[in-house]
Nanobody, 124 residues
Framework: QVQLVESGGGLVQAGDSLKLSCAAS????????MGWFRQAPGKEREFVAS????????EYTDSVKGRFTISRNNAKNTVYLQMNSLKPEDTAIYYC?????????????????WGQGTQVTVSS
């Protein structure tokens, strides 16, 4: 069992940066693949990034490559999403998710545990 709590969202201007954090509880965090998803109003939840249990492997959706960086600190049971050069189209609720699959899952159905989400709003 893994419980997830996101933080770090907020209102920023285009071009600014934000760093999201996801604090996890549960003994299985260090062996879990972690992911970030987002959902904009009226749209389906979409994959943003994922990271392997070791942190050595990552995957990103094309629209955030070069701007977002996912990382994790297993000693702190925390996964991060550094978001740079933010655009208005990045506006969404951002969710942290965990799965016991041992590969970089990129679809929401592959994740078993979810946080409550944190709002990111980027103004133009």
């Amino acid at each position: 069992q893994v419980q997830l709590v996101e933080s770090g969202g907020g209102l920023v201007q285009a071009g600014d940066s934000l760093k999201l954090s996801c604090a996890a509880s549960g003994r299985t965090f260090s062996s879990s693949t972690m992911g970030w998803f987002r959902q904009a109003p009226g749209k389906e939840r979409e994959f943003v990034a994922s990271i392997s249990w070791s942190g050595e492997n990552t995957e990103y959706t094309d629209s955030v490559k070069g701007r977002f960086t996912i990382s994790r600190n297993n000693a702190k049971n925390t996964v991060y999403l550094q978001m740079n050069s933010l655009k208005p189209e990045d506006t969404a609720i951002y969710y942290c998710a965990a799965t016991m699959l041992n590969y970089l899952a990129t679809t929401s159905v592959q994740y078993n545990y979810w946080g409550q989400g944190t709002q990111v709003t980027v103004s133009s």
